[in-house]
C-alpha cells in the first residue's frame, strides 16, 4: 500500500505570490492534518480535516486554508507569500474514530517551500 | 496549553552503544503518545505508537516507555549504529484523544562510527 503521498517535494516562489501544496492519504484514512516545519524546530499545527469538514485550525493567518476533496486528499493553499512561509510542509493521515484518535498519524515525505 | 520537551537536544554517540532520549509534557491527560524519526529535509517516520494504557512499547532494538502521571516518556535505543542517526521526535495530541498533535524540538542523534 502507498503511503501518504504529497507534491510537490520542493518548491520556490517568490514574495506575494500563492502557492498549493497537495496531499494523498493512506488508503481507508479520511483524516488529514497538515503541519509546518522551521529548520529546527517540531512541527507545527495548521489544519486538521476529516470527512471533507475542518476541525481544527492552528494559530496561523487566514493567508493559509486548506480543503479535503471527496476522495480523502486534501490541498493546503498558502496566498500573499511571505519569506517567513519558507519551511517544510507536511501532511498527515490518521484513522479516526469518532472523537477519539487511538491511533497512529502517517506523514509524507513533505514538501519543501522557499519563498525568495 | 500541552507542552512537549526532549532532552537533550544533541547526542553523539560511539556505535554498539546503549542509548536513552527522553521527552516530557505538561498535560498528563493523554491518550497516546508517539515517537518519530526524521532524516535531513525528511518526512517523519513513524516508530512506536504507546496507548495511554500501555506502559512501553517495543520494536526491534526501540523500546518506549510512558508513565503518564509523572509525564515522562523514555526512547530507548540498543546497540546503536551509524544508521540510526537521525532526530528523534516525540508527539503529544493537543486535547484529550484528539489530535493534532504537539511536539517537542527533538533529539538530533549523531552515531559514530
Known amino acids: 500500500d502507498a503511503g501518504v503521498t504529497q507534491s510537490p517535494t520542493h518548491l520556490i516562489k517568490t514574495r506575494g505570490q500563492h502557492v498549493t501544496l497537495r496531499c494523498s492519504p493512506i488508503s481507508g484514512h479520511k483524516s488529514v492534518s497538515w503541519y509546518q516545519q522551521v529548520l529546527g524546530q517540531g512541527p507545527q499545527f495548521i489544519f486538521q480535516y476529516y470527512e471533507k469538514e475542518e476541525r481544527g485550525r492552528g494559530n496561523f493567518p487566514d493567508r493559509f486554508s486548506a480543503r479535503q476533496f471527496p476522495n480523502y486528499s486534501s490541498e493546503l493553499n498558502v496566498n500573499a507569500l511571505l519569506l517567513g512561509d519558507s519551511a517544510l510542509y507536511l501532511c498527515?493521515?490518521?484513522?479516526?474514530?469518532?472523537?477519539?484518535?487511538?491511533?497512529?498519524?502517517?506523514f509524507g515525505q513533505g514538501t519543501r517551500l522557499t519563498v525568495v | 496549553k500541552q507542552e512537549v520537551t526532549q532532552i537533550p537536544a544533541a547526542l553523539s554517540v560511539p556505535e554498539g552503544e546503549n542509548l536513552v532520549l527522553n521527552c516530557s509534557f505538561t498535560?498528563?491527560?493523554?491518550?497516546?503518545l508517539q515517537w518519530f524519526r526524521q532524516d535531513p529535509g525528511k518526512g517523519l517516520t513513524s516508530l512506536l505508537l504507546i496507548q495511554s494504557s500501555q506502559r512501553e512499547q517495543t520494536s526491534g532494538r526501540l523500546n518506549a516507555s510512558l508513565d503518564k502521571s509523572s509525564g515522562r516518556s523514555t526512547l530507548y535505543i540498543a546497540a546503536s549504529q551509524p544508521g540510526d542517526s537521525a532526530t528523534y521526535l516525540c508527539a503529544v495530541p493537543s486535547n484529550s484523544g484528539n489530535t493534532p498533535l504537539v511536539f517537542g524540538k527533538g533529539t538530533r542523534l549523531s552515531v559514530i562510527a
Open positions: 498535560d498528563s491527560a493523554i491518550y497516546n
Open positions: 498527515a493521515s490518521s484513522r479516526l474514530t469518532g472523537q477519539i484518535s487511538y491511533t497512529e498519524a502517517f
